[in-house]
């Protein structure tokens, strides 16, 4: 009989997954909180670099990659500047040798497309998980509803505050995640008549304790994010707004930074603080429940691989499986050999991630002229060296790769 898979959470990892164990020929439910509409939306755009993009070459034949490039916009010439608009880093595609590095998209275009790879019923909207127990043979799960389901093994996609993460410490709630220091707005703009450089699909300018990207999404629309340092739990309404509040922390940069700003409308700014979390290690669960994505390793939103890392686990989880199916094997063991191989690469990524947010949220004046110095002064081919290992993963359905992974 088939593996069948439980997984909590309809997220980009959790939809990658499911597609997945389909592909490889398994059972799986997916349920998420959320209704339909809720799942299939989401603030401003994300990257889908070409490490990720990978992954989607090989599932459902190719055609999830294929609706990707359509639909959203390649990742091409791009760099750091600084916010007088001086280039400080370019990143162009060959420096791995590539004719682009991925796409950008919409997130809920993203959503969309990976919701509609699946086969009708697969996905269980407002579904509250609370609960699972395991017997010798399989894992009962349990959501708030009432409902119940029955599987070989559970999957937490559930994101930065996963309650299956808390359940697997016994815990009603999990843990509080770390705070960076820093919120973020985001949303998306038309392009129209905005003095953009055609010469760049992404640029992120960096002030002083303070940051802004836009990068491009297809239809001419680009999404955008900003960063500024505050204390947590902060809003914009003594600024009266998120737009008159980033018009003020924005103000001293160059075009078209002001420009982009003065075009978003209030409704379509989304402000949030950013956390992440120290990574587990190499063991993220126990028995059989296993975590992925941003419920096992949240990254802050620095290096544009915190979905790709979601999108990693999920083809090497059904990988591992998928040879319990063809050659028989413990599921737990599997499980922790699934954790302890990703965990070095995971965690390589959260500690980037956190280096690079640290030098855009530089606040000190003699700190910022230190960083743009060095990375304008820095060749090329060395700042290269910082990202050139993300690309270097080229995921495989092969058993022979599972069992050395």
Not at 71 to 84: N, R, T, V
Not at 304 to 323: N, P, S, Y
Not at 338 to 355: C, I, L, N
Request: glycine share 12%; proline share 4%; charged share 20%.
């Amino acid at each position: 009989m088939a593996l069948k898979a439980i997984i909590i959470g309809g997220g980009i990892g959790g939809l990658t997954c499911a597609r997945a164990f389909l592909d490889a020929g398994m059972q799986v439910e997916l349920y998420e909180k959320r209704d339909l509409d809720s799942m299939l939306s989401g603030p401003g755009g994300i990257f889908i670099q070409r490490n990720a993009m990978r992954v989607y070459e090989l599932l459902w034949q190719g055609k999830i990659q294929k609706q990707l490039y359509q639909q959203g916009a390649k990742i091409l010439s791009g760099g750091f500047f600084s916010k007088q608009a001086k280039p400080l880093y370019i990143n162009a595609p060959e420096f791995v040798k590539l004719e682009d590095l991925g796409i950008c998209i919409l997130r809920p275009e993203l959503q969309r497309i990976l919701y509609n790879a699946l086969p009708e019923g697969t996905v269980r909207n407002k579904a509250a998980f609370t609960d699972f127990s395991e017997t010798s043979d399989g894992i009962r799960v349990s959501f708030a509803d009432g409902r119940e389901a029955w599987g070989d093994v559970l999957i937490g996609a559930d994101g930065l505050y996963s309650q299956v993460r808390a359940r697997l410490n016994g815990n009603e709630k999990i843990a509080a995640p770390v705070y960076s220091g820093m919120c973020c707005w985001r949303g998306w703009f038309s392009q129209n008549n905005l003095p953009l450089d055609q010469r760049y699909s992404w640029g992120e300018f960096w002030g002083r304790g303070n940051r802004f990207g836009y990068f491009d999404v297809g239809s001419g629309r680009f999404a955008f994010y900003g960063f500024s340092n505050t204390p947590a739990g902060g809003n914009d309404r003594t600024m009266g707004g998120a737009k008159k509040a980033m018009q003020a922390i924005f103000s001293s940069y160059a075009q078209p930074i002001p420009a982009i700003i003065e075009t978003l409308s209030e409704e379509g700014i989304y402000r949030d603080d950013i956390f992440d979390r120290e990574p587990l290690g190499m063991q993220w669960g126990r028995g059989r429940v296993t975590l992925i994505g941003d419920a096992a390793h949240p990254v802050q939103p620095n290096l544009g691989q915190g979905g790709c890392m979601a999108i990693e686990d999920a083809f090497e989880l059904v990988k591992l499986l998928r040879i319990r199916a063809e050659k028989g094997g413990d599921i737990p063991a599997l499980l922790r050999q699934f954790e302890a191989s990703r965990s070095k690469r995971v965690a390589q990524v959260f500690t980037v991630s956190r280096q690079v947010g640290g030098l855009g949220q530089t606040d000190s004046a003699f700190g910022c002229f230190l960083r743009d110095s060095i990375y304008w002064l820095t060749p090329t081919w060395l700042g290269d060296l910082q990202f050139k290992w993300l690309f270097d993963y080229q995921p495989q359905w092969g058993l022979e790769d599972g069992e050395k992974s």
